[in-house]
């Protein structure tokens, strides 16, 4: 048996779907049931409870062979991330009283800064909360996800594709999530020990996101950067509160700057294996909307 958590989202889905084909069974936890309907029509366990329940949280864990946490995702933090803070408190608790023989967490690039990381701010905290831990953990530090350029297929319809990223032909390390959740499933079906933390993705820039969504699209398309002063009014735009995007701001600058990057010594090395095109083009008949380009801070 082994935990799922986020099983509703893109790696939660894949890494289930990974264990299942793999013939393991799958607990999940789920805030509502009702939702994640679904999986247990596939033989998912589900167990009722969210982030914010040590409880549930450790009802959850027990008798697991293995499990796999992450973040739950805000665009909107409050100052001082007292949210992602009560959440890795119940971790720790839950973790703490359940002890499972191993933890594969969801990480981000940049996670091992001290500041100036915005929205990765969530994983940085969970990846010191887990470093004493008594049983073996790995952690994966993700670059941005290919499926938030999806809204590419809907913007570029111009010839443009709207980026925060400056300048647009700098590789930065990104993955599509369906990598993320295969690397989920052989961490907790293999044999390891100690701590590890391995950084996920290939350098891709901008530029040759914007050439895979034309491909897709069959015209060209190129990244157009968007104006520093422009931020905020945009990703208003995209359903941000006003005055509520200081945090994804101040993500996006650091990746821009090269303060969040991979290249971390002491770290494991793994490269993605779908390409930006492949999740575009999986992605073209689905409904799309204008969403954040942002590091791997979604399910």
């Not at 020990?193 to 015209?219: F, H, K, M, N, Y």
């Amino acid at each position: 048996m082994f935990l799922v958590t986020g099983i509703t989202g893109h790696v939660g889905g894949a890494t289930a779907r990974g264990l299942l084909a793999k013939g393991k069974q799958v607990r999940a936890l789920v805030r509502d049931p009702k939702k994640a309907a679904a999986w247990a029509e596939k033989g998912v366990e589900l167990v009722q409870g969210d982030w914010n329940d040590a409880a549930s949280i450790a009802a959850a864990l027990r008798g697991v062979e293995g499990a796999y946490i992450m973040m739950p995702p805000t665009q909107t933090p409050s100052r001082g991330f007292p949210e992602a803070k009560a959440v890795v408190v119940n971790y720790v608790q839950a973790l703490r009283q359940s002890l499972p023989p191993k933890l594969v967490a969801l990480s981000s690039f940049g996670s091992e800064k001290p500041s100036g990381l915005g929205l990765i701010t969530p994983t940085r905290l969970l990846e010191q909360a887990l470093q004493d831990m008594p049983f073996p953990v790995a952690m994966i530090r993700a670059g941005g996800f290919f499926e938030n350029f999806i809204y590419g297929l809907e913007a570029a319809q111009g010839g443009t594709l709207p980026v925060f990223y400056a300048p647009t032909d700098r590789k930065v390390g990104h993955i599509a999530t369906a990598d993320i959740g295969a690397l989920v499933v052989e961490l907790l079906t293999t044999e390891w020990s100690g701590q590890r933390v391995i950084e996920l993705g290939t350098p891709v820039s901008p530029d040759e996101i914007a050439e895979a969504i034309g491909q897709v699209l069959g015209r060209e398309v190129k990244a157009q950067p968007l104006p520093r002063e422009a931020w905020a009014g945009v990703m208003e735009h995209m359903g941000l509160p006003k005055g509520s995007t200081w945090a994804y701001e101040e993500m996006m600058e650091g990746v821009n700057s090269g303060w969040i990057d991979f290249g971390v010594d002491g770290t494991e090395k793994r490269p993605g294996t779908t390409t930006a095109r492949e999740v575009f083009e999986q992605a073209l008949n689905k409904p799309v909307s204008f969403q954040a380009a942002s590091a791997s801070i979604q399910q």
